[in-house]
């Protein structure tokens, strides 16, 4: 009995355990940076949460561009380019770190999650806007 007892309370903390290395940080983690690695995992899922509502957001606007109207390609152009952005977050990372190319969990990867946190933020902004213009 008592070995199965022992075994039952393994398992629950390594359910407990898994499931919080497993979360995804939400907002509040801004709140709480530091200049690490955790500092990467909190941009970096508040990154993927724009992504994801920046793609909703381009297929609305989409459906206000009428068919054949040049400003289809132009806003597909846009959304193209604020992903090429993306590449360009390497820089601060890098320069930060001297140049060097391989990351350890310094807060130089932070950089870069900052970046493009920052990037995807602006977008999400802009395509808001356009999307309220294009509802007048």
Known sequence: MLR????RFC???LT?????VAKQPDANCLQHLGGGYGDALCYSALSADFVAQNKQLYYRIRATIPAGNAHAKVLDDYVLEQDRAVKYCELARNAGAGWRLEHDGSMFPALYEQCVYDLRKAENQFLKG???MAKW
């Open 11 to 13: 398992v629950v903390v």
């Open 130 to 132: 356009i999307l309220e």
């Open 16 to 20: 407990i355990s898994s499931a919080a």
């Open 4 to 7: 199965t007892s022992k075994h």
